[in-house]
């Protein structure tokens, strides 16, 4: 019965004798586990007074001492980091690897296609590290080797996926230092698919966030690496009907927390216990990496980090916040196709973009800078925003883009109405232009509302003026009166 336990999980006579080797040294490796408990403890502790450089910035939250060597936090959307530890240490990644193993085989893969193991792809790893028991000539489909990557952290099925992808695993390696060029990691390195340790295999925990925050933003490895167990049926190419759990409890739930959306698991003797983790609360998407912990710290740790994280900081609309570059229509030069006013204006900031901003400091309080080399498309420059020279997010400053017509032409012509004639001109593409209209209705109101000024002025002008004779005439009509008034009196003199 053990032996065919045995064969089902690898089919293969030599990890029965390592099972029997594992099983004789047992109890001289549980006495050195016990033997180096308070060592691990003092160095835990050691690891958790070492400084946070996130601590550092002026009026900033106050980021929690974990026990990690190195931990970071990351917001995928921005790329706004609010907690660094240790952020650009070497270090070795183990089966977080994997993340940028499956990141680019999805990329280039296709679910249902078929992936074969090969003698390499399975006896190239380790007998007692993780699998999921696949034999030579046996396959799966590529959406099956995913989940056996992400779930059960199987070191062949992440060899089979990069010769499905690449052909080799050597030319997979190839393709996985240059895409993690490309998402801006600077202090990696990568021998292998799966994590084994290999002193020239490592990463940074700023390196593991920019290809954790890329592999979260495809929806369906947010999907798979979000799966507590998966299922293999028994086929035709693979024999075996098996589970795969997963070990990362904050996925099983073992150790509950909203809004987990998946994460993987890494361990070897020299990198001890990492952890990548993805969750989402009020908008902002935050992973969490740490490096260099004992169980079952990296997971405690982590929902201290997160929790630091949601509690700690909000997301802002940039374009609903920002006054500074906003460009308000003028009435006169905007850009459209609308001539009576449905026009847009030239220039607006994205909508959008968002930026990370502490709950300790207001969006007025955040330092900006322009950068017109930038430019791309209708993209006309970015706005950068940070905080004590921490980089909080960005967004662009957009030329509006020329709207389809909305006034209508008489365009039912019949054949008769139009001469057609033969041309050896090759037809020439059209000329699109962003087109700035001016806002006739807008200036009709204005030129209206001068005229109706300038009127008013003039009445003004009339009833003053007119004012003015009326009592220019009515002093006349007095004086006319008291001449008359003081010829009379001389006159009352004399007796007639």
């Known amino acids: 019965m053990f032996l065919s336990y045995i064969k089902r999980k690898r089919k293969i006579a030599p990890l029965f004798l390592a099972s029997l080797i594992l099983c004789c040294t047992w109890h001289s490796q549980t006495l050195i586990a016990h033997a180096t408990l308070e ?12 400084p946070i450089q996130s601590n550092e910035i002026d009026n900033w939250p106050a980021g929690p001492a974990v026990s990690a060597e190195s931990a970071i936090l990351m917001e995928i959307n921005t790329g706004a980091i609010l907690y660094a530890k240790n952020i650009h240490k070497k270090s070795y990644p183990a089966s977080t690897t994997k993340l940028l193993t499956c990141l680019i085989a999805m990329e280039q893969g296709n679910l249902d296609d078929t992936v074969t193991f090969s003698h390499e792809a399975v006896f190239s790893v380790p007998v007692g590290g993780s699998n999921m028991g696949m034999d030579v000539g046996e396959s799966i489909t ?13 070191n062949e099925a992440a060899n089979a996926a990069a010769e499905y992808t690449a052909g080799s695993i050597d030319d997979f390696v190839v393709l996985m230092n240059k895409r993690a ?51 293999f049926k028994a086929t035709a190419t693979q024999p075996d009907d098996f589970i795969l759990k997963n070990k990362h409890r904050l996925i099983t739930g073992e150790v509950p927390y909203d809004g987990i959306l998946g994460g993987k698991t890494g361990y070897t003797d020299e990198s001890r216990q990492t952890l990548v983790t993805c969750a989402e609360q009020n908008g902002m998407r935050l ?8 169980t079952p710290d990296q997971f405690t740790d982590t929902i201290e980090l997160f929790d630091y994280g949601f509690h700690n900081f909000q997301l802002m609309n940039i374009s609903e916040n920002e ?19 449905s026009s847009k204006p030239i220039l607006s900031i994205d909508a959008n973009s ?22 791309v498309e209708n993209r006309i420059a970015q706005i950068r925003y940070s905080y004590h020279d921490t980089y909080l997010g960005n967004a662009y400053l957009e030329l509006a883009a020329n709207n389809r017509s909305t006034y209508e032409f008489d365009t039912n012509l019949n054949s008769t109405d139009v001469s057609v004639e033969k041309t050896d001109q090759p037809p020439q593409e059209p000329i699109q232009t962003n087109t700035i ?6 200036i009709l109101i204005i030129v209206l509302s001068l005229s109706a000024a300038v009127m008013f002025l003039f009445i003004l002008r009339a009833f003053a003026v007119n004012s003015q004779n009326a009592k220019r005439r009515q002093n006349r009509v007095k004086r006319r009166q008291r001449r ?5 009196s001389d006159f009352d003199d004399f007796d007639f």
């Open 323 to 341: 006054d500074k570059y906003q460009i308000e229509p003028s009435g006169f030069l905007q850009t459209g196709n609308d001539i009576f006013g």
């Open 484 to 488: 008359r008034e003081r010829i009379r």
């Open 354 to 375: 968002c930026a990370v901003v502490p709950n300790t400091v207001s969006f007025e309080d955040l330092d900006s800078t322009i950068n017109y080399s930038a430019a």
């Open 181 to 231: 060029a490309e998402l801006g990691c600077t202090e990696s390195h990568f021998t292998n698919t799966n994590g084994l340790h290999d002193d020239d295999h490592y990463t940074s925990a700023h390196d593991l966030a920019l290809i954790a925050s890329a592999f979260f933003q495809n929806d369906m490895l947010c999907k798979i690496g979000n799966t507590d167990r998966y299922e």
């Open 287 to 294: 992973v969490c990496i740490v490096f260099l912990e004992e």
């Open 437 to 442: 209209f001016i806002n006739v209705k807008k």
């Open 39 to 50: 060592e691990l403890e003092a160095a835990a502790q050691e690891r958790k007074a070492l």
């Open 142 to 154: 590529f959406e099956q080797c995913l989940y056996g990557i992400m779930v059960g952290s199987a």
